[in-house]
């Protein structure tokens, strides 16, 4: 008993066949599908880019800087004290980067132009030299931050928007942590 092999070219297309140009088409539309999707999840879960525009981070990033933000790290460990984030602006419809002075419970006050954090002078080697730090609304008081929250401030004082103005910014505020 034998059995014929029958060349696919040969067979004719049925009623509900896909012809193959309809099935290129489909598979394209498929691929770009999901290269979207992909591109969508990995931006707003792993990483993502941002563009530096104000002054507030300087000398540290300065204006047209591109920056990777890491979205990821932070699911598996905690922001520390020094690292530069992203977040959302709570008036604006836009992100900021500034720098985490202090973490959930700790103490931070302003006092003679420079920034104590529980009760310690905070070494800031990343400001400019003879950078100074004051706040209107803090004055000398001593704040403590927020549970899940983060005490935040730009590394030029001067032209930064940030925590002394606005407050503590939960950590659902942040976006991420610029990658240096």
């Known amino acids: 008993m034998g059995f014929r092999l029958q060349s696919l070219a040969g067979i004719r297309l049925g009623k509900g066949a896909i012809k193959p140009e309809t099935r290129q088409g489909y598979i394209f539309l498929c691929v770009v599908l999901w290269s979207a999707i992909t591109f969508l999840f990995v931006q707003h879960f792993i990483f993502t880019t941002v563009m530096v525009e104000g002054k507030s981070m300087m000398p540290t990033l300065k204006p047209g800087d591109a920056c990777?933000?890491?979205?990821?790290?932070?699911?598996?460990?905690?922001?520390?004290r020094g690292d530069i984030v992203v977040i959302k602006d709570p008036f604006k419809d836009e992100l900021m980067a500034k720098r985490i002075i202090a973490l959930a419970g700790d103490r931070v006050q302003l006092r003679g132009g420079h920034v104590y954090v529980n009760g310690q002078l905070s070494t800031e080697s990343y400001l400019d030299p003879g950078?100074?730090?004051?706040?209107?609304?803090?004055?000398?008081?001593?704040i403590t931050v927020g549970a899940n929250s983060y005490f935040v401030m730009g590394d030029n004082r001067a032209e930064s928007e940030d925590s002394r103005y606005f407050g503590d910014f939960e950590r659902g505020d942040l976006v991420g942590l610029i990658a240096r």
Do not use: A
């Open 68 to 80: 990777v933000v890491n979205c990821l790290l932070p699911r598996f460990r905690d922001y520390h």
């Open 131 to 142: 950078t100074e730090t004051y706040s209107r609304q803090l004055r000398d008081r001593v």
